[in-house]
């Protein structure tokens, strides 16, 4: 037969047993004050990065798709399909999600059905031209012009002026290059 426990141990196991409830209680409602703690106040946010996955589909690729053309014809033009299912041999699926920090998700899918081993129909999302997609990629960079790498004679000029052992021609100073050394051949025919 067990002893029972004094009344003031229990009494404190049950105090400890609420406070840790009440703690973890209060962790779910402060999500959101840790996350923008962690930025330090929302002035700085951490680098997530780039996920791209699965099979780039443009559309001037579909739009080289002709029913009747062989699998291996569609695998040269489209890739590798993402999802090759044993179950549904007759379909491919080229599936493609890009994620980037600041930016909305992109998921595309493209369904392609034959007919044996000839291509019969082609299902897809409204897919981007390869150059709207390749807009999409570069809206970081700024569109700022670079610049000119040219110099003018005037500057050309005042560089010589300058600096004036810097602006003349290299050949003054530069050694004659050594004889080119004769070597046997390493083979004997």
Sequence with gaps: MSTPLPRRVRRSGVLA??????????????????SSMSTLGGLITPYKIDILQGNVVVREQVQALQPGM??????????????????????????????????EPQMR?????????????????????????????DVRRSAAKPPVLEATEAQLQS???????????????????PAPTSYPPLETR
Excluded: M
């Design 17 to 34: 047993l609420t406070l840790a409830v009440a703690a973890l209680a209060g962790c779910s409602s402060l999500g959101n004050v840790g």
């Design 70 to 103: 062989s699998r291996e014809q569609v695998r040269g033009i489209l890739g590798t399909p993402l999802i090759a299912s044993v179950f549904h041999a007759d379909r491919w699926d080229y599936v493609f999600t890009f994620k980037r920090q600041g930016q």
């Design 109 to 137: 899918k493209v369904a392609v059905f034959f007919d044996g081993d000839r291509l019969a129909k082609v299902e897809a999302d409204e897919l981007p031209s390869e150059e709207e997609f390749v807009a999409s990629l």
């Design 159 to 177: 560089f010589r002026d300058k600096y004036p052992s810097r602006g003349a021609p290299a050949t003054a100073n530069v050694p004659a290059a």
